[in-house]
């Protein structure tokens, strides 16, 4: 089944070599924050909430990057608007450990889902599926945070949900030369795979590759 395939995927070690490049790059960019006082623990949740969401798409859309015109400008756009509609709003609503707990990686593996079944023309209904199913999840948890927020707005209005505001819109921005890396590698990768097909000479090919 294509779920089975996105485990098999994603459990690769080229993409777990990724993730953990990804994770350490973030987790750099996070301490020079934490260094500048722009970063604390209680921004930890937020953190992980835009990785698995924004940094994640990101990684499992570099595959067209070399296809589409203004490819990371839109990346960072569609980002943006992502961080700037539910990612803030939603995170300002303390849900219940367990519940957090078991949202992080159904939402994970389901945007996972949802950007392996995209490729495939057979999958599109399946992607269909689950692009309303997170959308009713989004819009539920939308909801409940709204509400939290006209019911407190002088609560809603402080410097910590600023920080909390400010602090994805930073991990979009600063994670774009990691993703450009990455796509770049990927890239050559691809060429080199080309240039080995066409040139037998291994003198050559070294040449060629450099």
Same mark, same amino acid.
């Given at each position: 089944?294509? @779920? %089975?395939?996105?485990?098999?995927?994603?459990?690769?070690?080229?993409?777990?070599?990724?993730?953990?490049?990804?994770?350490?790059?973030?987790?750099?960019?996070?301490?020079?924050?934490? $260094?500048?006082?722009? /970063?604390?623990?209680?921004?930890?949740?937020?953190?992980?909430?835009?990785?698995?969401? !924004?940094?994640?798409?990101?990684? +499992?859309?570099?595959?067209?990057?070399?296809?589409?015109?203004?490819?990371?400008? *839109?990346?960072?756009?569609? *980002?943006?608007?992502?961080?700037?509609? #539910?990612? +803030?709003?939603?995170?300002?609503?303390?849900?219940?450990?367990?519940?957090?707990?078991?949202?992080?990686?159904?939402?994970?593996?389901?945007?996972? =889902?949802?950007?392996?079944?995209? $490729?495939?023309?057979? @999958?599109?209904?399946?992607? !269909?599926?689950?692009? /309303?199913?997170?959308?009713?999840? %989004?819009?539920?948890?939308? %909801?409940?945070?709204?509400? $939290?927020?006209?019911?407190?707005?002088?609560?809603?209005?402080?410097?910590?949900?600023?920080?909390?505001?400010?602090?994805? =819109?930073?991990? @979009?921005?600063?994670?774009?030369?990691?993703?450009?890396?990455?796509? #770049?590698?990927? *890239?050559?990768?691809?060429?080199?795979?080309?240039?080995?097909? +066409?040139?037998?000479?291994?003198?050559?090919?070294?040449?060629?590759? /450099?």
């Amino acid at each position: 089944m294509l @779920s %089975g395939k996105v485990v098999k995927a994603f459990f690769t070690f080229r993409i777990l070599l990724v993730n953990f490049l990804a994770i350490l790059y973030s987790s750099f960019i996070i301490y020079l924050l934490y $260094r500048l006082h722009l /970063w604390d623990s209680s921004l930890l949740k937020d953190s992980m909430y835009w990785f698995m969401g !924004s940094g994640v798409l990101v990684l +499992f859309s570099l595959t067209k990057a070399n296809k589409e015109k203004d490819f990371f400008k *839109n990346i960072l756009w569609d *980002n943006l608007k992502l961080v700037l509609v #539910l990612e +803030f709003v939603v995170n300002l609503h303390q849900f219940g450990l367990i519940t957090e707990l078991l949202l992080l990686p159904i939402i994970l593996f389901l945007t996972m =889902i949802q950007v392996v079944a995209g $490729r495939e023309e057979q @999958s599109q209904k399946v992607k !269909s599926i689950i692009d /309303w199913v997170l959308v009713v999840l %989004g819009f539920t948890m939308l %909801g409940i945070s709204l509400q $939290r927020i006209f019911a407190d707005f002088s609560g809603f209005a402080t410097i910590p949900n600023l920080e909390s505001f400010l602090l994805p =819109i930073i991990l @979009s921005i600063s994670f774009i030369p990691f993703a450009y890396c990455v796509a #770049l590698f990927m *890239n050559l990768e691809l060429l080199f795979i080309r240039l080995g097909i +066409f040139l037998t000479n291994k003198k050559n090919l070294r040449y060629a590759k /450099w």
